[in-house]
């Protein structure tokens, strides 16, 4: 998936631990969106940003916060990990205002024991 | 009820079999987007719609926007058809996904 890239793609944590993950996009994309896809779920949305300096949140928002500091960036943080949140984290981005096509990372496993 | 439902969950076809799916959905959209999963996870765009159709090789995707429906169909499938088709709304600023359907072409 060019253009959209997520680091790390895999990573083990103790429970308590925290981490971040990391979406950059060269695209100059507007929104960018943090998912987790769990079996038999589908992909749920974490959270969200429209824009530099802002986000908001999905569905599935608590144990996590996020921040875009600079438009190509969108990280996504784990406080205090707890075995629910092992999962895989699929990033995305998109503009608007054009052709509006979804670009996704590759996805980063994540196993909290 | 969710916002977006795809049927079937499920298909498993022949190779050649001309392929349906379907995603229904709720809210109102500024697009609908069909995405496909391999295994392994990699997650690409096939179309983005606002409406009416559109063809790329064999697959062509519709959608009728008064009936809050789409369609995504595969001519001629092939072995390596075999994926996970997921229907995904873009509306108010969000991406809502479908929770996929399995294609299975078997040989």
């Known amino acids: 998936n060019a253009g959209v890239t997520q680091t790390p793609k895999f990573r083990v944590l103790k429970t308590g631990q925290s981490m971040t993950l990391l979406c950059a996009q060269d695209?100059?994309?507007?929104?960018m969106y943090w998912y987790r896809q769990d079996p038999g779920m589908g992909l749920r949305l974490i959270h969200y940003?429209?824009?530099?300096?802002?986000?908001a949140k999905g569905e599935v928002p608590d144990g996590y916060n996020v921040s875009r500091l600079k438009k190509q960036n969108f990280l996504l943080g784990l406080e205090s990990a707890a075995p629910s949140q092992t999962s895989v984290y699929f990033c995305?981005?998109?503009?608007?205002?054009?052709?509006?096509?979804?670009?996704f990372g590759e996805g980063s496993w994540l196993t909290v024991v | 009820k969710n916002e977006v439902e795809q049927s079937p969950q499920n298909l498993t076809a022949q190779e050649g079999e001309f392929i349906t799916i379907n995603c229904s959905y709720s809210v109102g959209i500024s697009a609908l987007h069909w995405l496909q999963q391999h295994p392994g996870g990699g997650i690409v765009s096939l179309f983005m719609?606002?409406?009416g159709k559109k063809k790329h090789g064999r697959l062509i995707a519709t959608i009728n926007i008064q009936e809050k429906h789409s369609s995504l169909h595969i001519t001629a499938s092939h072995p390596r058809d075999s994926a996970v088709y997921i229907c995904?709304?873009?509306?108010?600023?969000?991406?809502?996904f479908g929770t996929g359907t399995r294609l299975t072409i078997i040989p």
């Open positions: 940003s429209v824009g530099e300096g802002t986000t």
């Open positions: 995305a981005s998109l503009s608007p205002a054009w052709r509006n096509t979804i670009y």
């Open positions: 719609l606002s409406s």
């Open positions: 695209m100059n994309h507007e929104y």
């Open positions: 995904a709304l873009f509306g108010n600023e969000k991406l809502t």
